[in-house]
């Protein structure tokens, strides 16, 4: 043992990790390369830090999977949970109720106002993709509309890796192995900005890719049920940005073809890209709208699907088969819930949106000189996210795992997605910890590139 870290361990800590990749089948992981790149012991967290066993540090530059908006081992949200857990720690939904659940519920309808103001639990983003999905079809059944059963999703988009998700997930490596399971669906342009040729603005190829939409629903309008967009930034296929102009364009086109949009802000939604919620900054509302990863500040497992009064009410009914009997042993578990309230709580009293803005004009201007590297291009950023890709003759997967390695070297958690570097750091960076994540993302870049 060589720190007090690691003194109630019973095993040397290289014994732990051993162990680990024995009985822990990793997610998101080639087990077979942990051979070169071991796992991190991570013994505690404090503020935007994580500290392993032998007590190195790593600043959390992706908010440990987009999820941990107000830092590790937060007071105000430990307290929120201490206390919850002396009153109820669980009790099923189905005929019970409580009131974290209900207070949660209401304080997220009037973030809508009261636009979406029924709410659906479970413990995931992709089940909560897989609500919506199912929601909405079930819906068209209880309507009569029986020949709508055809779903519509973008072109590099990812929703989540359950049956029903995968199938509205068009990144090959999640998907094409179980390509056989899935449901066909259709499959449009995405507005990525990206792609915008000499001339074109983000808004040309947003409203093209719409056009490419409303083709299909000429087409094939009667028997869709629903198209589903994650909202400004498409982040798993390598935070592909959109203009707004594109969410209001295709709200306009499923109101004209009665087609339901689902906004999938399990990733970009509690802040993440500058509003509470991203299709804020379009002016619209969808008629699903799901949340996952920071609503319980990261946490506890939880995810909702929120949706208008027009679909709740084709469930309600005295017919059992009419109603949505989804469930899950944990929907709207009490501590996850109160998690969500704590961390709705310090939204509010701290004006974090506000307070973000600065935060985030900070590291744009800190990031400003890898923006102007050689070797970086579609540097972009859109609220609380950042990314770029590296010019590189490095393969996708030799730079991710380069960057990754060297950047734990350097004392930050960075992860790319392929050749896309990003940053969606916690939202309690102080100006000491902003300026040490640029420049050492930097550092770590030019490590990489050889620059």
């Not at 051979?35 to 066993?53: E, F, T, V, Y």
């Not at 498409?234 to 949009?261: I, N, S």
Request: aromatic share 8%; proline share 5%.
């Amino acid at each position: 043992m060589t720190t007090s870290a690691a003194s109630s361990l019973s095993f040397p800590i290289t014994d732990w990790v051993s162990r680990s990749r024995q009985s822990v089948w990793h997610p998101c992981t080639q087990m077979q390369h942990l051979d070169a790149m071991p796992l991190i012991p991570i013994s505690r967290g404090r503020g935007a830090w994580l500290i392993d066993m032998e007590g190195k540090r790593y600043l959390d530059g992706i908010s440990s999977w987009w999820v941990n908006l107000f830092g590790h081992a937060n007071p105000r949200i430990n307290s929120a949970l201490k206390l919850q857990l002396d009153e109820l720690e669980h009790v099923m939904l189905a005929g019970f109720t409580h009131e974290p659940v209900v207070a949660l519920s209401e304080q997220l309808s009037a973030l809508t106002g009261e636009r979406l103001g029924h709410c659906f639990y479970a413990s995931d983003g992709a089940s909560a993709v897989e609500i919506a999905l199912k929601m909405s079809f079930h819906y068209w059944q209880n309507r009569g509309r029986t020949d709508k059963r055809e779903f519509v999703c973008l072109a590099g988009s990812y929703h989540g890796e359950t049956i029903g998700a995968l199938a509205v997930t068009d990144v090959p490596l999640f998907r094409t192995a179980y390509g056989p399971m899935l449901q066909q669906v259709h499959v449009v342009p995405s507005p990525d900005a990206r792609k915008a040729e000499p001339g074109q603005s983000a808004a040309d190829v947003a409203l093209a890719a719409a056009a490419a939409l409303e083709h299909l629903l000429e087409q094939r309008g009667e028997h869709i049920c629903a198209l589903i967009v994650e909202p400004l930034v498409q982040c798993a296929t390598g935070m592909a940005m959109h203009d707004p102009v594109y969410l209001r364009t295709v709200r306009a086109l499923c109101e004209r073809y009665d087609v339901h949009l689902i906004a999938d802000e399990i990733a970009v939604g509690c802040g993440r890209t500058g509003t509470f919620f991203a299709c804020e900054q379009a002016g619209i509302w969808p008629d699903f709208l799901c949340l996952s990863k920071g609503i319980s500040g990261g946490y506890l497992p939880l995810s909702v699907v929120m949706t208008r009064d027009a679909i709740f009410e084709q469930f309600y009914d005295p017919a059992m088969a009419r109603g949505f009997l989804h469930s899950h042993s944990y929907t709207g578990n009490p501590l996850a819930c109160r998690a969500a309230l704590a961390t709705l709580a310090i939204f509010a009293d701290d004006h974090v949106l506000l307070a973000n803005r600065r935060r985030a004009a900070r590291l744009t201007a800190a990031l400003a000189p890898l923006a102007a590297h050689p070797q970086v291009s579609h540097f972009r950023q859109r609220g609380m996210i950042w990314a770029f890709d590296a010019v590189t003759d490095l393969s996708a997967g030799d730079f991710s795992r380069r960057f990754f390695s060297t950047a734990l070297e350097h004392e930050l958690l960075l992860r790319p997605i392929g050749k896309t570097v990003y940053l969606m750091p916690p939202y309690i960076l102080d100006d000491a910890e902003t300026d040490l994540l640029a420049s050492r993302t930097r550092a770590v870049f030019d490590h990489v590139v050889g620059a």
